[in-house]
Nanobody, 120 residues
Framework: QVQLVESGGGLVQAGGSLRLSCAAVGRAFSTYTMGWFRQAPGKEREFVAAIMWTGAPTYYADSVKGRFTISRDNAKITVHLQMNSLIPEDTAVYYC?????????????WGQGTQVTVSS
């Protein structure tokens, strides 16, 4: 069973922090690019951040640069997204994705999503 399982979402006040985690279960994702996308109500799913299987380079959407940090632990096949200085516009369902080349909206492997809500 191939599975990506997210955790760490929740409710936080503006200016606060959250750390999302995504664990790959049932498959050797250790050489896959992994990343995060998010989808706010009424909007399309958008790219947030990605990390190559070697740990570098990393990629970020302009809207989160300097506030979010993506990292991975290949021994545990887990990717993390540290989110600091959160703003209400970051409110969305966050999805983990994995791809043998580069994560995109067409990637085959997705988690179930975790809700992040930032109150003003």
């Amino acid at each position: 069973q191939v599975q990506l399982v997210e955790s760490g979402g929740g409710l936080v006040q503006a200016g606060g922090s959250l750390r999302l985690s995504c664990a790959a279960v049932g498959r050797a994702f250790s050489t896959y690019t992994m990343g995060w996308f998010r989808q706010a109500p009424g909007k399309e799913r958008e790219f947030v951040a990605a990390i190559m299987w070697t740990g570098a380079p990393t990629y970020y959407a302009d809207s989160v640069k300097g506030r979010f940090t993506i990292s991975r632990d290949n021994a545990k096949i887990t990717v993390h997204l540290q989110m600091n200085s959160l703003i209400p516009e970051d409110t969305a369902v966050y999805y983990c994705a994995a791809d043998p080349v580069m994560v995109s909206a067409r990637s085959s492997f997705w988690g179930q999503g975790t809700q992040v809500t930032v109150s003003s």
